[in-house]
């Protein structure tokens, strides 16, 4: 397993091993031994999520406050996304900072979003899998969105006329009106 840090303090990316034949493939996408000794990270995850999406479909950016705050390994099972997450921890040299990665069923990356980031994926490929697994279980009241084009935070999402879900249409945070609990 090949890991690769962000500039951003806690985001990295992991190439796993991968073992091709004339058969196929076979890797290990998770091995909670493997990652912490890896990473450095120790997380229990306690779901697994999966969504299938269409080309230009835009999900995010969501994030849950404390105490139900996610840490989230994500990965493309099938097709390709550009992946983003947001800094939202506010003692951090790099809050409001984001990173970008094309995560896609033949790379195979997976990217680690650890608790004080707000994260969303712009889908590349029709019926792209997306598949990621969260520390914490879904919270409805204490799931929040900012605003996927704020200007303050400047993603190029190299779309101009995402299809969002209405949730994402009216997400009305933005970076300057949130005020985090979330700590480095």
Request: some cysteine; aromatic content about 14%; hydrophobic content about 35%.
């Amino acid at each position: 397993m090949k890991v690769t840090r962000s500039n951003i303090d806690g985001l990295f990316t992991i190439e796993p091993d991968v073992f091709e034949d004339d058969r196929g493939y076979f890797f290990e996408s998770f091995n909670s031994k493997a990652f912490e000794n890896a990473t450095g990270v120790a997380v229990e995850f306690v779901q697994d999520n999966e969504s299938m999406s269409d080309k230009d479909v835009l999900r995010g950016l969501h994030f849950q406050i404390p105490p139900y705050a996610q840490d989230k390994l994500v990965r493309v099972v099938r097709g390709s996304v550009l992946d983003v997450a947001v800094d939202l921890r506010q003692d951090s040299p790099t809050f409001g900072k984001f990173e970008k990665v094309l995560l896609t069923e033949k790379n195979k990356k997976q990217f680690f979003v650890p608790k004080g980031f707000a994260h969303g994926f712009r889908v590349l490929e029709d019926a792209t899998i997306f598949s990621y697994k969260c520390s914490d279980f879904y919270h409805r009241d204490s799931e929040r969105s900012l605003k996927w084009n704020d200007p303050t935070i400047g993603i190029d999402w190299e779309l101009n006329d995402p299809i969002l879900s209405d949730k994402d249409k009216n997400a009305k945070l933005r970076l300057g009106d949130f005020r985090t609990t979330f700590q480095r």
